[in-house]
């Protein structure tokens, strides 16, 4: 999956940052430096792709 950064600027001005395509917290640190060029953070919530863990290839030893 592509991984995308959704920034939306309503007509008041607010901006609404939303990331696609990351899990667990990749997603905020993909984020971050439009976080802090826009200002203060007024909410956060949390998709159901951050609390998924990220798949991990696991290897058969015999």
Do not use: W
Not at 24 to 52: I, N, P
Request: aromatic share 6%; glycine share 6%; net charge negative.
């Amino acid at each position: 999956m592509a991984r995308i950064i959704e920034v939306i600027v309503a007509p008041s001005g607010e901006t609404t940052v939303q990331t696609h395509g990351y899990t667990g917290s990749d997603c905020l640190q993909a984020s971050r430096f439009l976080e802090q060029a826009l200002g203060v953070v007024v909410q956060e919530q949390k998709s159901a792709e951050f609390y998924a863990s990220a798949e991990i290839p696991q290897s058969l030893n015999q």
